[in-house]
Structures are given as C-alpha cells and as structure tokens.
C-alpha cells in the first residue's frame, strides 16, 4: 500500500528545496532593483561618475608597417608617462538612464556584488543609498561593475541635483537628467 504525504509536509518540502535557489550561480540577490546586470549602462564611462553620450566608431584606417615607428629595446621608469594610466576609482556609481530609471554601480566580486537595499532621500537635494553585499559565503576574487537599475524611485525628481551617500559615505553627485 501506498503512503500519500499530507499537502503541509508536501508544502514544507518543497518550501525547503526552493529556499536552496539562494546559493545557486546565476540567481542574483537584487535588493531593491527592477533587475540587475554585471558591466556598466551603455553610454555610462568607467572612469568618472557621468555619463557620456555615445560616439561612433572610428573609421578605419590601413596602416603600413613602414608607418610604425620601431618599438625602443628596452623602456626606463622615466619614459612612462603616468598620465595615460586612468585613475582607477572603484567607489559606487549612480545615474539616470532615463526619467523613470536610475542606475546604481557598484563594484566588487561578480558573485557577491553590493546590491541597494535602501534609498533614503535625507533633504531636498540630498540621498543616501544603502548597500547590501550580496552571494554566498565565497565569493569570486575578481573586480567588475554591477549595474543594479531602480524603476520610479519614489521621492526622486530627475530635473534636481542630487548630493548620494553610500552608507553615509563616499559622497557623489546625481546630476539632473538633460
């Protein structure tokens, strides 16, 4: 004979199994995000805090190798030039996309990015975000932006200038969508 489970033990189990998606790769904690994406929003530069319009590409051009100049044999410290390194800064990002979207950035492991739990608007032109991190106990070592996109924040207005905290900390500024 048979023994049929009653449906608060079925409903339990299965409680259970799906509370497990949590850790599985590619089911990513958004905080309070519409939806979440690894990279940075098209049009979003990686090395400042604004956003840039997109340009075209530039055309092609042949080059000769009697172009070229040769490579020197061997390059000292005082041939670099350290201007055309970028200033790497890694701190979160925000913008809009568009009247009705605002983008968060943040950087860190692509497993466990830092995911915006919170939005509190602290004055007229003033906004604190909080961040969460997010992901299991390991987490990947590398270094990459998450885009975390905010659908009608409530309390925004796209046309003000807006001073952003993360955590009270690491000031920035929301510009005005134009």
Request: some cysteine; glycine content about 8%.
């Amino acid at each position: 004979m048979r023994r049929v489970l009653p449906p608060v033990t079925v409903a339990a189990v299965a409680l259970v199994a799906l509370s497990g998606c949590a850790g599985v790769p590619g089911v990513r904690d958004i905080g309070i995000a519409s939806r979440s994406y690894s990279g940075l929003p098209d049009g979003m530069d990686p090395f400042t805090d604004v956003t840039v319009a997109p340009t075209m590409d530039p055309p092609l051009v042949s080059v000769e190798p009697t172009d070229l100049d040769p490579a020197p044999e061997t390059v000292s410290p005082e041939d670099l030039d350290p201007t055309a390194i970028p200033d790497t800064d890694f701190s979160p990002r925000v913008a809009w996309l568009s009247d009705e979207t605002l983008a968060i950035v943040t950087f860190g492991s692509s497993s466990c990015p830092a995911a915006p739990a919170a939005l509190d608007l602290i004055g007229p032109d003033a906004l604190d975000i909080a961040l969460k991190r997010t992901g299991g106990d390991a987490c990947t070592a590398d270094l990459g932006p998450t885009t975390f996109e905010i659908d009608d924040p409530e309390g925004l207005d796209p046309s003000t200038t807006y001073t952003v905290t993360f955590d009270g900390r690491s000031a920035s500024v929301l510009e005005p969508l134009s």
